[in-house]
């Protein structure tokens, strides 16, 4: 069975911290890995990694792939309180085409 | 990206009734997908809509609970059927977009609580 496990559960932070966000999967059939944060009810897409070791970036948001190891990790630098927010990971593959499956989150809390 | 609407945001809904939730793309899109979300809970995937035959469930869900349909490319329902409170989920639906390996995208999603 498909699985994706994100680390920690949560994270309380202050403004101006650096974070980092662990995801290992293991998907059959791995086409992606994919970042979306999530406020109230839709996720918003912010990566999606498909080839190790490269960088991606968006303002203070990096992620990168290890497909060796199979984890990601997301970054964010000079956090903000915008930033609090549950942060997905969900992995691309198995049998059924398009199916993503996700990690249970990280509920990131970032006081002022 | 795709920009997704979703109809109704939210609902309250009586125990043993149906509710429909639609969703409306800005382009034609081949795959679109309805996903669960339970209180507390992560997202799981219950089918996949296809074009002009039948949504492929996946394990744990059925057609008699949750009938979808798929007219056209840009539009697609899910029927939530004879809801019990075990039901009040977040109900979202996304698109495969863009070329390539396509980037999933999500509309707003439909709160929904059954008393």
């Known amino acids: 069975e498909d699985k994706v496990v994100q680390s920690p559960l949560s994270l309380v932070v202050h403004e101006g911290d650096t974070v980092t966000l662990n995801c290992s999967y293991e998907v059959t059939n791995f086409r992606s890995l994919l970042w979306y944060k999530q406020e109230k009810k839709a996720p918003t897409f912010l990566f999606m990694l498909t080839s190790s070791g490269i960088e991606k970036k968006s303002g203070r948001l990096s992620s990168i792939l290890d497909k060796k190891e199979l984890f990601s990790i997301l970054n964010i630098t000079a956090t903000q309180t915008g930033d609090s927010a549950v942060y997905l990971c969900a992995s691309a593959g198995g049998t059924s085409y398009g199916k993503l499956t996700f990690g249970q989150g990280t509920i990131l809390t970032v006081h002022p | 990206s795709a920009v997704i609407s979703q109809k109704p945001s939210r609902d309250i809904c009586q125990r043993g009734t149906s509710l429909t939730i639609q969703c409306q793309v800005d382009?034609?899109?081949?795959?679109m997908f309805w996903y669960r979300q339970q209180p507390g809970q992560s997202l799981t995937l219950i089918a996949t809509a296809n074009q002009g035959s039948e949504a492929t469930y996946e394990s744990g869900f059925v057609i008699d609970k949750f009938p979808i349909s798929r007219p056209n490319l840009t539009f697609s329902t899910l029927t939530v059927s004879n809801m019990s409170p075990e039901d009040s989920s977040i109900y979202l639906c996304?698109?495969?977009?863009?070329?390539?390996?396509?980037?999933?995208?999500f509309g707003p999603g439909t709160r929904l609580l059954v008393l």
């Open positions: 382009s034609q899109v081949t795959m």
């Open positions: 996304s698109v495969d977009h863009g070329s390539g390996t396509k980037t999933q995208y």
